[in-house]
């Protein structure tokens, strides 16, 4: 390797106590956690989407044109998460596990930053910052769902993440509309407020979510190794790598010697089964 793509190389993940403990946690235990701090994750992005809809922006100074300025506003927002989604089929797909949880902070971090631009420049240039807002939060689905994927249980965790559809939405526009009750903030200033009522719980399930341990060899077995996408590989090179990949998981299951290989062993003391 050269000095220069060592530079770039991800960073290896760091094994802490509570990764280990999840090594060898029964699946039930380690569904809950899983599962939990992905729901908490999910959620908390919620905080800095959906608050700025419990506000009715009836009469916004500065605001010329004949449309409905909330209208606008959520035009911009799908707009921008549209975009979003677009643009992650690439960043998703290549982000090393190691910087999805710094990939998952950094975007809600620009979410929040534009929802302070929203609460300070004039209207229209507020419509562009949703817009910048919605850009940054479409991609957070996908990183979260990549420490999710690839594992035996990897149903029962989406389940729980799915969750978050049914309670997040309501739950964080209530809290925006008791800042708005309450006096705690004006209507332009109430989405940033939300998200930063937010942010503690935000950290902490990131920071739970990379605890989980990558999927062992009987995951990568019995679902197939998931490995970050190399934009600079041609695609001839990406075909034949899956259909090799492939090839090893039907020969895993058959029984065949051909995977007992270094780094295809079971691991050491895994509870999941």
């Known amino acids: 390797m050269t000095a220069v793509a060592a530079a770039f190389a991800p960073p ?3 094994e802490g106590a509570v990764m280990r403990w999840l090594r060898t946690a029964p699946p039930t235990l380690f569904a809950l956690y899983g599962g939990l701090s992905a729901f908490l994750t999910y959620f908390a992005m919620y905080a800095y989407r ?5 506000a009715g922006y009836a009469h916004v100074a500065g605001w010329p044109f004949a449309i409905d300025f909330k209208i606008t506003l959520v035009i911009a927002q799908v707009a921008g998460y549209a975009l979003s989604k677009i643009i992650g089929v690439k960043v998703v797909s290549e982000m090393p596990p190691a910087r999805r949880a710094g990939a998952i902070l950094l975007l809600i971090g620009i979410a929040e930053l534009a929802l302070l631009g929203f609460a300070v420049l004039p209207a229209i240039v507020g419509v562009a910052a949703l817009f910048l807002n919605g850009l940054a939060l479409g991609m957070i689905w996908g990183l979260v769902f990549g420490f999710l994927e690839g594992r035996r249980l990897s149903e029962v965790l989406g389940a729980m993440l799915c969750a978050t559809f ?3 939405s309501g739950v964080v526009k209530s809290a925006g509309e008791a800042l708005l009750v309450g006096g705690w903030a004006s209507e332009r200033w109430m989405p940033a407020a939300t998200g930063l ?3 503690p719980l935000l950290l902490a ?4 979510l990379a605890q989980l341990p990558p999927p062992d060899a009987q995951d990568e077995i019995e679902r197939t190794p998931r490995t970050p996408m190399d934009g600079a590989m041609p695609r001839s ?3 034949a790598s899956s259909a090799s990949t492939g090839s090893r998981r039907r020969a895993a299951i058959a029984g065949s010697p ?6 295809s062993m079971p691991s050491r003391g895994t509870g999941r089964s």
């Open 197 to 199: 009522l937010f942010a």
């Open 50 to 54: 959906k608050p700025f809809s419990a």
């Open 166 to 168: 049914i309670l997040s």
């Open 258 to 263: 051909a995977v007992l290989m270094p780094g």
């Open 12 to 14: 290896p993940i760091r």
């Open 237 to 239: 090179a990406r075909i």
């Open 205 to 208: 399930s990131v920071w739970a």
